[in-house]
């Protein structure tokens, strides 16, 4: 590991310019390329105290044995450069996407003398014309064989042309109308080429000129009475419009734009990215990558910018693209944009309208990208295996922790305290093993006090079923109020123990885990903790953490641990706290059902009118009798009303207008949960 100090350059070295610089490693691989509009500014930021730098850039700049830097006249060209030193040293601290697949695209040869409709993938080739990338192979083939009969182009290979050729006979396509056979001569190169450029035309989303074009060659061939060649123009017609319709208009102006998405997490990075061409999705592509340094979503979409046209020109730039996030600054990556395609191309975020529906639409592939792409890597064996292996190794466990339980508390300023416990095994979620618990002990806010709790809870269960009792050892823990049964009807049991007990958290909340097992007697389970903030994670009885490597499988499946921990732990928070809220007197009414206790309310507006109502006038509600009624007015009269409600922004006193079965979180009166519903969550644990 090296010492950022020993090649940091002199005082007044570096200069004050836009440029490219490079860190090396001891052996002079590139391991990290970047771009500066002041390159001093930036440099300088590596060669801080290292306590000050994010552990991705603090792994990096110990890594790094050297720093060397080029000067360029502009932004624009650092872009450049970056990208062209991105791709031939390929280093391995820097954003790399990798497609989750190898796309295949609708591709005609227009270098060739007679150019070719194929189905292509991998690189792209100079002189050949590419539309897509589409999802399958097949729907590439779908839709050129409806538009073979409209623009018989030639499909076969070479060698099934060169012996068509030879023999002077064409393949069946030439026979049945789908190709124009070229071969033996039906068609000159020119009038093929025009043909070739005719199809290119029609995919790049020129549509209308050919549709209006054979409808009135349709008319005229049925005015002069030649209805055989009026009922073939018919069928190719509908062929084309079958062939639009396998693409529906997504933007009404017939814009020519890429939507970009971009979904992420600690670790890795899912992009998405739509290709709209005449207002019609033509194509859909994505990539993820490992977020090997701090980033932010702006450099993402950089990076997905460079990977995207960086070997693009003319037309394969849209005049549009639309992101999530803006780079920082935008006007260099928006003027190499323009570059490239060799006109302006807009670079902006969708505010709203038919292009921002369309941008949640691209985010949602994009999520739903990255977690398949999480479940793949989970599933599979030898990665999982690593990962329990390399969790051991850093724990110091004598075996590989096939059975782990995590813990997370979750509350809403100390209220609805509740916890989570959830087990992998064999690092998969087991979530019929999962469990919940309410914290009872005490009330209020205190984290460290609720884990030492549940620990106690749990364990205690699993000595008690390590003494074949057969019974709970107490009746507090329930699952939305009924203890957990098995299939026979007996409650079920916390009877196997895991080797790793993990708990989300620092050192406060794994010394009180810790403590728990102690108190209990059990000496041979694995505890530790794995903190948010930096994502170290924490033994017992030790003041420094395990810092784990961040492309470590282990890290990886510790955090997907403590994340389904968490996810599990707060909607059971926010299940109990809607219920709370939803909560009435009339709740209490023996023998008042749903519908009636809707009713009511409807009658009379709220709870507090409802309240002051006499038995006659409650006796006016439909389905409502005078002994029902009474008992309505009883069960109120005891209700103690709540306290008002204060908006803590305002100071206002709101009036009681709620209680109605059904009332969301949000209505007013609510005590907790004033202000914007972003500073409510971030209220939530």
């Known amino acids: 590991m090296a010492d950022p100090s020993s090649y940091r350059p002199r005082p007044g070295e570096i200069p004050d310019s836009p440029g490219v610089y490079r860190f090396r490693d001891e052996h002079r691989r590139v391991i990290y390329v970047g771009k500066a509009k002041s390159l001093r500014q930036r440099l300088a930021n590596y060669f801080q105290d290292l306590a000050n730098l994010h552990p991705r850039t603090r792994t990096m700049v110990t890594t790094a044995a050297s720093v060397e830097w080029t000067v360029v006249s502009t932004e624009v ?31 005609v040869t227009m270098n060739e003398q007679f150019p070719r409709v194929q189905v292509m993938r991998g690189h792209k080739k100079k002189g050949v014309r590419y539309f897509g990338p589409y999802g399958h192979a097949w729907a ?31 393949c069946l396509l ?8 070229p071969c033996v001569g039906r068609i000159t190169p020119e009038d093929h080429r025009d043909l070739a450029d005719e199809f290119c035309d029609f995919m790049a989303g020129r549509t209308g000129t050919y549709l209006r074009r054979l409808e009135r060659q349709m008319a005229e061939a049925a005015e002069d009475m030649e209805y055989e060649r009026a009922a073939r123009l018919r069928d190719d017609i509908g062929a084309l419009k079958k062939a639009m319709e ?5 933007l009404a102006d017939a814009t020519d734009a890429d939507l970009i998405a971009v979904a992420e997490d600690e670790l890795e990075a899912a992009v998405q990215i739509f290709h709209v061409r005449g207002g019609r999705v033509r194509g859909q592509r994505g990539w993820v990558t490992d977020k090997v340094e701090d980033i932010t979503t702006g450099a993402l979409v950089e990076h997905a910018l460079q990977q995207l046209y960086g070997e693009e020109r003319g037309d394969a730039v849209p005049k549009e693209v639309l992101v999530p996030a803006l780079p920082d600054p935008v006007e260099p990556v928006q003027q190499w944009l323009t570059d490239r395609r060799g006109s302006g191309v807009s670079l902006r975020i969708p505010q709203r309208g038919d292009k921002k529906a369309l941008m949640e639409t691209v985010q949602r592939n994009a999520q739903q990208a990255l977690v398949l792409h999480k479940t793949k890597r989970a599933s599979d064996l030898t990665t999982r295996s690593r990962a329990l292996e390399e969790i ?13 339980e995590c813990y997370d508390i979750s509350h809403l300023q100390g209220d609805d305290v509740v916890a989570s416990m959830v087990v992998f095994e064999d690092g998969l979620a087991r979530k019929s093993e999962y469990r919940r618990f309410q914290i009872k002990g005490f009330e209020g806010q205190d984290d460290v006090r609720s884990m030492h709790e549940v620990i106690t809870r749990r364990f205690r269960r699993y000595l008690a079923e390590k003494e074949r009792t057969g019974e709970w050892a107490d009746g507090d823990d329930v699952l939305d109020g009924e203890q957990l049964k098995d299939e026979d009807g007996r409650p079920k049991r916390f009877a196997y123990p895991p080797q790793l007990v993990v708990v989300d958290g620092g050192q406060p909340q794994v010394a009180a885990a810790q403590r728990a097992l102690d108190e209990l007697g059990i000496d041979d389970i694995a505890v530790c903790g794995l903190a948010k903030r930096l994502e170290e994670v924490w033994l017992p009885r030790e003041d420094d953490p395990v810092v784990l490597p961040r492309t470590s499988e282990g890290l990886y499946l510790l955090q997907r641990v403590r994340d389904e ?101 949000d209505a007013p009166g609510e005590p907790v949960s004033a202000g914007t519903p972003d500073e409510r969550r971030g209220q939530e644990r």
């Not at 009969?149 to 290979?157: E, L």
């Not at 396998?246 to 997504?250: I, Y």
């Not at 209680?659 to 969301?664: D, E, I, L, Q």
Request: hydrophobic residues 35%.
């Open 246 to 250: 396998k693409s529906a208009v997504v």
């Open 77 to 107: 060209e650092a872009l450049q450069l970056e990208y062209s030193w991105i791709k031939e040293y390929d280093p391995r601290f820097n954003v790399k996407y990798r497609d989750d697949k190898s796309y295949p695209y609708l591709a």
């Open 140 to 170: 590439i083939r779908d839709t050129v064989d409806l538009l073979l009969r409209v623009f018989p182009v030639r499909t076969c290979s070479a060698g099934v042309f060169k012996n068509a050729a030879r023999t002077g006979r064409p």
């Open 392 to 404: 051991a190794d850093a724990l110091g466990l004598d075996s590989a922790p096939l059975r782990i």
């Open 565 to 665: 921990a968490h996810r599990f732990a707060i909607t059971y928070q926010r299940t109990k706290r809607a219920k709370r809220f939803r909560s009435s007197p009339l709740d209490d009414v023996p023998g008042l059902g749903e519908t009636r206790k809707q009713a009511l309310i409807k009658h009379f507006g709220s709870v507090k009118k409802l309240r002051s109502a006499t038995i006659d006038q409650i006796c006016e509600v439909p389905g409502i009798g005078r002994k029902t009624a009474e008992t309505v007015a009883v069960a109120l009269a005891r209700a103690t009303p709540a306290a008002p409600a204060v908006n803590t922004a305002t100071g206002e006193i709101m009036e009681e207008d709620d209680g109605a079965p059904g009332t969301t979180e």
């Open 174 to 181: 030439g026979y049945i109308g789908k190709c124009s056979a």
